[in-house]
């Protein structure tokens, strides 16, 4: 059975760090490609980062371009996502999904399989 676990969401101030952690059960997330996506309060779910299993290319959206960063971490089995310089506006719940293919995608539709999402809360 494939599941995906994200961890590592809480409260965060606005201008700090938080890191996510995504693992996978039931498959390998080294050999597929994983994609982070979030959604507000009130708003669509959204995608904000994917990492590619064919080149391990990376993909943000322009709301977190040059603040997240998306990694493999191969020791631990898991999908990152390092979370910096945080917003009020990245506030939401966090989900990571899996997608068949050799490159990932910004759409939710493409991916099969998604963990339960942890929280993210940046407030002072």
């Known amino acids: 059975q494939v599941t995906l676990v994200e961890s590592g969401g809480g409260l965060v101030q606005p201008g700090g760090s938080l890191r996510l952690s995504c693992a996978g059960s039931g498959f390998t997330p080294d050999f597929h490609n994983i994609g982070w996506f979030r959604q507000a309060p009130g708003k669509q779910r959204e995608g904000i980062s994917c990492t590619s299993v064919r080149d391990n290319s990376t993909w943000y959206a322009d709301s977190v371009k040059g603040r997240f960063s998306i990694s493999r971490e191969y020791a631990k089995n898991t999908v990152d996502l390092q979370m910096n310089r945080v917003k009020s506006e990245d506030t939401g719940v966090y989900y990571c999904?899996?997608?068949?293919?050799?490159?990932?995608?910004?759409?939710?539709?493409?991916?099969?399989?998604w963990g339960q999402g942890t929280q993210v809360t940046v407030s002072s």
């Open positions: 999904a899996r997608m068949p293919g050799t490159y990932g995608s910004s759409w939710s539709y493409e991916y099969d399989y």
